[in-house]
């Protein structure tokens, strides 16, 4: 096997690592990547405004908005608007968003961090340097991306389909 094909098997084998914890995820628990991280933002700051997450989790303030209007609609947020301004608005898990918080499973990239951090300097700094080299050889070191090990979610989030 010539070596490029060997990278290209690692590659697919990634993307289907992502693709099948996404699938058990969504099962398990009944969301995505992106919506269990914007929940586990509004837990760890509870009354968080959504351009706040939007910034700290690197996903367009449009994305954030739909995602949050999703879990509102299931009832697991609520919105709050602020009464010495009204242009502000905090974001607070229900009860039930709660629940579903403490019973969901540890997002794919808290896992990858956890290894990758675990990895020497030395080593870290290839597989970054290794990383956006196979991204600019794909032509992809233009495209938004945010840090969520989750296939499609983000170009899913920005298209409004539902999620």
């Not at 502000?88 to 540890?106: C, D, F, I, M, W």
């Not at 961090?113 to 290839?126: D, H, R």
């Amino acid at each position: 096997m010539q070596k490029y094909e060997e990278l290209l098997l690692a590659l697919r084998k990634v993307i289907r690592a992502i693709d099948l914890y996404s699938k058990q995820l969504n099962k398990h628990s009944g969301l995505t990547g992106p919506q269990l991280m914007i929940m586990r933002e509004i837990d760890a700051h509870d009354g968080i405004t959504a351009s706040h997450i939007a910034h700290t989790i690197n996903l367009s303030p449009a994305t954030v908005s739909n995602i949050i209007d999703r879990l509102e609609h299931r009832q697991l947020l609520q919105r709050q608007r602020s009464n010495q301004d009204k242009r502000r608005v905090s974001l607070h898990l229900t009860e039930a968003g709660q629940a579903l918080l403490n019973n969901a499973p540890q997002p794919l990239q808290e896992h990858f961090i956890e290894k990758f951090c675990a990895l020497e300097e030395w080593e870290q700094s290839q597989l970054l340097s290794s990383m956006q080299r196979v991204a600019a050889m794909m032509d992809a070191e233009r495209l938004e991306a945010a840090p969520v090990l989750e296939v499609g979610s983000y170009q899913q989030a920005s298209t409004h389909k539902p999620q």
